[in-house]
């Protein structure tokens, strides 16, 4: 009887953490760094100014069989008509150079509200582990209070309460995140203050504070760092979420979300590109972001 | 079980308390300015004092706050029930409100029914056969779905369903223009039309809800299904599992009862998810101009409304709360274990 079984619930134990998809993870490690660098170079390369309207009004991106010749045109330096890879929007702007100078906006945004809240929060979370009980609960009843309000209105209201630029929107995201990451640390704060390097530690005399910053946060900084890939790409929706319904980043800044509430009332009337790029690159980036967190997980776990 | 629910209930309401102190301190603390906004910058000094004076602005932040908690005596606020007149169309939030809610709860519960009686039965096959090419397939989508514009996804349904083919109405609100609406009941349109008696305003709100549920639905079935799978493989690793099996039950009775204890712990979570999407269905009502809580929230904000942002904060988090809570209890009815 146990030699039947046995093999079975290994393989159940084993299924529990993922099934394998290394694949995913190479792509997404693929995207994550494609983002980041169209962050820093993305407005630099675009082939059109972001801001200055080309002559053209809602011109269509070039039909899929004329794409090969106009690319050995583009490659070979040749003369030839404006190509408007991703066709222009409805104030004659070259949605391709846009989408590619959004990361600017998108992915820094996120990236910088996610900085400040693993900074934050990890403290925070080792404070809430190590330090005296009244401290801990009132770090964790503060974060269960932060977490009870609705995310998406809460981002609105603070984002347009406090002006609608870049930097309230990291701030306001900032401290919407900073509660998962101080759950995340602390949770394996508790779980690695009991091991024998940290009673080593103390009985060599050490600082309570130095043992906590040196030896405890390092060794329990592994699930918030993943939790930041995800949340990098929750960011990225969110920012472009809020800019879509209007309480978020200002026009005519090159946003994702911005771009696709500017096409979405020419996708009624079926021109559907203005809306179809922007909206791909932010399934892209964050499904990528995504994959990456889900493949580090896996590592860690393994 | 009496003790449970009375703490859980105490928390709840305590949280609540909490929540509308922060909002009330945290917008004004934050460096707006309403009365410039709802009488114009070029308004003259005058006009401003007395639009200030009007919205009880020119006095002390804890004066204000007594007039919002009901304290003050003869005023009326939030211990009187009373959220407040909206600044803007100077009616009383509660009543815009009760107007707007309905649309979106209707929205978001038939997507959630929808979604979870999709995702059990995917989880459920997944779970059987952990790493089998149904698990692989079923993990990809709900890793991507998961992770998805839904805004950008309702305008290609729209894209495709109105534009190309023509088999969804235009996502001009939630009944066609045209179409007179059923009397107020409880304002779920298709409850009310149906209680009317009128079925073609059903079938009229049916076909406007089309689009707006196959948005939610794609979008969060990801999540349920990854929820539902992940408990199921944990059930079937179970020492009762083994037992089943030992004892010889047919595979689909094993089944149903690890289904019963994967779900039990997904009941938590799928509490925590319907507040998340109640919060942020401001997105797919854009889209679809739908009218619910979400777009009367976006207006009240860009208005600087104060007492509908703050009214607004507290319904979503008052009513995510309290389903939260209610999920809890169903959980501790069917798992006795956690509430000692």
């Known amino acids: ?302 | 079980m009496v003790r449970f629910i009375t703490t859980r209930l105490a928390t709840t309401i305590i949280q609540l308390a909490g929540l509308a102190l922060v909002v009330f301190f945290a917008i004004r603390a934050l460096p707006a300015d309403p009365v410039a906004r709802l009488v114009g910058l070029n308004a003259s000094r005058d006009a401003y004092l007395s639009s200030q004076k009007s919205l009880g602005l020119d006095r002390p932040v804890l004066e204000q706050l007594g007039a919002y908690l009901g304290i003050i005596p003869g005023s009326s606020g939030l211990l009187q029930g009373d959220l407040g007149r909206s600044w803007v169309t100077g009616s009383p939030v509660a009543e815009e409100i009760a107007r707007v809610l309905p649309i979106t709860l209707e929205l978001i519960t038939v997507s959630f029914v929808i979604a979870f009686l999709i995702s059990v039965p995917l989880g459920m096959l997944c779970g059987l056969r952990p790493g089998g090419v149904a698990d692989r397939i079923t993990f990809g989508y709900s890793l991507f779905a998961g992770s998805q514009p839904e805004f950008w996804w309702a305008l290609l349904f729209i894209f495709v369903f109105f534009a190309q083919l023509g088999w969804a109405p235009p996502p001009l609100g939630r009944l066609n223009p045209m179409s007179s609406p059923p009397p107020f009941v409880t304002g779920f349109i298709t409850m009310d039309s149906l209680l009317a008696g009128n079925m073609a305003a059903f079938k009229d709100g049916v076909h406007h809800l089309m689009l707006p549920v196959l948005t939610k639905v794609f979008v969060l079935s990801g999540p349920i299904v990854k929820m539902v799978r992940q408990n199921m493989v944990r059930a079937l690793a179970s020492d009762y599992v083994l037992y089943a099996r030992g004892s010889g039950l047919w595979p689909a009775r094993i089944a149903a009862i690890a289904l019963k204890n994967a779900l039990a712990p997904a009941l938590t979570l799928l509490g925590v998810l319907y507040g998340y999407i109640l919060g942020s269905a401001v997105l797919i009502e854009t889209v679809f101009s739908l009218g619910g809580i979400g777009q009367y929230a976006v207006r009240s904000v860009l208005a600087f409304d104060y007492p509908a942002i703050q009214a607004v904060v507290l319904v979503i988090a008052a009513i995510s709360l309290f389903v939260y809570l209610a999920l809890d209890v169903a959980h501790a009815l069917l798992d006795p274990r956690i509430v000692s």
Not at chain 1, 58 to 63: C, F, I, M, Q, V
Not at chain 1, 152 to 160: D, E, Q, Y
């Open chain 1, 1 to 302: 009887m146990s030699e039947v079984v046995v093999p079975r619930l290994a393989g159940a134990d084993r299924a529990v953490s993922r099934p394998r998809a290394d694949w995913l993870f190479r792509f997404g490690c693929l995207i994550v760094m494609l983002s980041l660098v169209l962050m820093v170079i993305g407005p630099w390369i675009a082939p059109y100014d972001v801001g200055r309207p080309t002559d053209f009004i809602l011109e269509p991106p070039p039909a899929l069989r004329d794409v090969p010749r106009l690319l050995w045109l583009s490659i070979t330096n040749a003369p030839r008509e404006p190509v408007y890879w991703f066709g222009t929007d409805s104030a004659g702007l070259d949605i391709f150079s846009r989408v590619i100078a959004a990361p600017r906006a998108d992915v820094a945004i996120a990236l910088g509200a996610n900085l400040v809240s693993l900074t934050l929060g990890s403290l925070l979370g080792l404070a809430a582990g190590v330090a005296r009980p009244w401290i801990g609960a009132l770090i964790m009843r503060t974060s269960d209070l932060v977490q009870a309000f609705p995310v998406f209105i809460t981002g609105m209201i603070l984002v347009t309460l406090a002006g609608r630029s870049i930097g309230t929107i990291i701030l306001t995201l900032a401290l919407l995140y900073t509660p998962i990451y101080v759950r995340l640390t602390r949770s394996e704060v508790l779980t690695q203050r009991q091991r024998g390097f940290v009673d080593a530690a103390r009985a060599l005399g050490r600082r309570e504070a130095w043992i906590a910053l040196t030896h405890v946060l390092p060794n329990a900084m592994a699930p918030a760092l993943i939790q930041f890939s995800v949340t990098i790409g929750f960011a990225i929706l969110m920012t472009a979420g809020l800019s879509f319904v209007g309480a978020g980043v200002r026009p005519p800044t090159p946003e994702w979300g911005l771009m696709i509430a500017a096409g979405a009332d020419q996708i009624v009337q079926g021109e559907w590109w203005p809306s179809l790029f922007p909206g791909l690159a932010i399934s892209i980036t964050v499904f990528g972001y995504a994959a990456f967190g889900n493949g580090l997980e896996r590592r860690h776990a393994a």
